[in-house]
């Protein structure tokens, strides 16, 4: 994705011991860093002995688990053998409150089972910026999962990036301007691009969407032929509901035209105005966001990111607020099942 890039080695190296380190409170397990990546997500969890029982041990040990996601981030549980729908479904159970629908979507994915999905259905060849999963929509999932049945031949990672360091490294004329007028996210349905409304909403009854999105303040106006348009401002800047630290945390970038590769970027300019975009964001006021500060972005979120190679049975746990991920290009079958949980509903108002 970018020079910043760091691909870290498969080498667990442990944490120190230290008696301020929650990690101490967990017994049967190594806890380290993947070689490369001291202190940049994801912590590494591995059991000691093998055969470990996540799900008992997890759900025995969630409070410590909690704790060390909220330190890291991301925890990358390795060698507990998830490599199955319904022991993806059971890990997640027992590390999180349950898992959740994909409603409001924004991304292509197969429904594997009743709250279980593919990672983004885009092609191999393509990457995918990194961004929060969600982070577009009023009521966002705090957790994600992602668990490896199926590793790439080459390539597949999924690069992991601190929203801590990216808000503290915004220069402060940004953080006021969207402080003070949050980002309008415009989406178009049903235009060729893109996913139908039908899809986005999981409903073809065109009154359940407008009471879906009237309940979180989302403007509905229906175009000729079936088509949709939904709006809606929602704040720059959100704060975490465990810890109440303020993090940069929104789809402005993502979202952009700008940020799409090139080819793209221009077959869509060339068909659509810039509101009739499948997706597109600006200022909360309306006015466009400056191409220089889309790229300050964008060079934030390539920043210091981390990847590793996945390994069948990896079990990904990440803390959506706080962890930003995104996709590399593949050769190969890759395999990468999802779980949202634990929604939080955002502020309504600029921070």
């Known amino acids: 994705m970018s020079a910043d890039r760091v691909i870290v080695d498969d080498v ?14 967990l017994p049967f397990v190594r806890c380290g860093y993947l070689d490369g990546g001291v202190g940049s997500p994801p912590l590494v969890l591995e059991p000691l002995p093998d055969g470990l029982d996540l799900i008992q ?12 996601l909220t330190t890291h981030s991301a925890i990358l549980f390795r060698r507990f053998n998830v490599d199955s729908i319904e022991a993806f479904e059971a890990a997640a159970a027992a590390l999180t409150d349950g898992l959740i629908d994909y409603r409001f979507r924004a991304s292509p994915r197969l429904q594997l089972s009743q709250r279980v999905y593919s990672s983004t259905e885009y092609p191999a060849s393509e990457r995918i910026f990194p961004h929060c999963e969600h982070a577009y929509s009023p009521v966002v999932p705090s957790k994600l999962l992602f668990c490896c049945l199926k590793p790439a031949a080459s390539g597949g990672e999924t690069p992991l990036g601190c929203c801590r360091t990216l808000t ?12 003070k007028h949050g980002v309008l996210y415009v989406r178009n349905y049903g235009d060729g691009f893109g996913l ?12 359940q969407v407008e009471a879906y999105c009237g309940q979180l303040g989302i403007a509905c ?73 889309l790229d300050e972005l964008r060079a934030l979120y390539l920043s ?14 990440v803390d959506n607020m706080l962890c930003c991920h995104g996709r590399n290009s593949f050769a190969g079958e890759r395999s990468i099942i999802v779980g949202m949980a634990e929604p939080v509903t955002l502020g309504t108002a600029c921070a």
Request: glycine share 6%; charged share 30%.
């Open 12 to 25: 667990v190296r442990p944490l120190p011991p230290s008696t301020d380190n929650p990690a101490t409170g």
């Open 304 to 317: 210091d990111l981390r990847e590793f190679q996945w390994q069948r049975g990896d079990l990904l746990l």
């Open 221 to 293: 106006e229906w175009k000729p032929k079936g088509r949709l348009r939904t709006r809606h401002t929602a704040p720059a800047l959100n704060r975490h509901p465990r810890t109440g630290e303020q993090l940069w945390f929104n789809h402005a970038t993502f979202f952009h035209v700008t940020t799409l590769r090139a080819e793209l970027r221009t077959a869509l300019r060339r068909n659509f105005s810039d509101i009739d975009l499948p997706n597109n964001s600006y200022y909360g006021d309306g006015s466009p966001i400056e191409d220089e500060i």
């Open 168 to 179: 503290r490294r915004l220069r402060s004329p940004i953080v006021e301007r969207f402080a």
């Open 196 to 207: 139908p409304w039908q899809t986005v909403f999981q409903s073809d009854d065109r009154v």
């Open 57 to 68: 041990w997890g759900k025995e040990h969630r409070a410590i688990i909690d704790e060390l």
